[in-house]
């Protein structure tokens, strides 16, 4: 239930910002939503991935700031999201509104 619940945050906050950002209105950033909104569209890719039949590997960090977020998502067989940054992988840093813009495959100007 968590993830279907993830997804439907990220959506509305995605589609929230396609209404408003052209209108030059700024959306509302929580802090709690935004950190929720990127941990979920971390693991949504990789978990899309698997889903088509890739049989690839591997882990990431992402640290990101605005809000203050680490995080470790681990591909093997299926996605896992952990607390905390970690020392495998590459890390993937930034502001975390313009992390989940990114991961959302979105241009923002």
């Known amino acids: ?4 619940l993830h997804h439907a945050l990220w959506d509305a906050w995605i589609h929230e910002r396609d209404v408003l950002l052209p209108l030059r209105v700024s959306p509302t950033e929580e802090p709690d939503e935004v950190a929720a909104c990127l941990r ?3 693991a ?4 899309l991935a698997l889903c088509g039949g890739s049989t690839n590997t591997g882990a990431f960090t992402v640290s ?6 680490a995080f470790h998502v681990v591909i093997d067989g299926d996605v896992a999201v952990h607390d905390g940054a970690a020392g495998a992988g590459f890390v993937l840093g930034g ?3 313009d992390l989940v813009e990114g991961l959302s495959l979105r241009i923002r100007r």
Do not use: E, K, L, N
């Open 1 to 4: 239930m968590s993830d279907v």
């Open 40 to 42: 979920y569209v971390a």
């Open 44 to 47: 949504f890719s990789p978990a």
């Open 64 to 69: 990101a700031s605005d809000p203050d977020v």
């Open 95 to 97: 502001r975390a509104v």
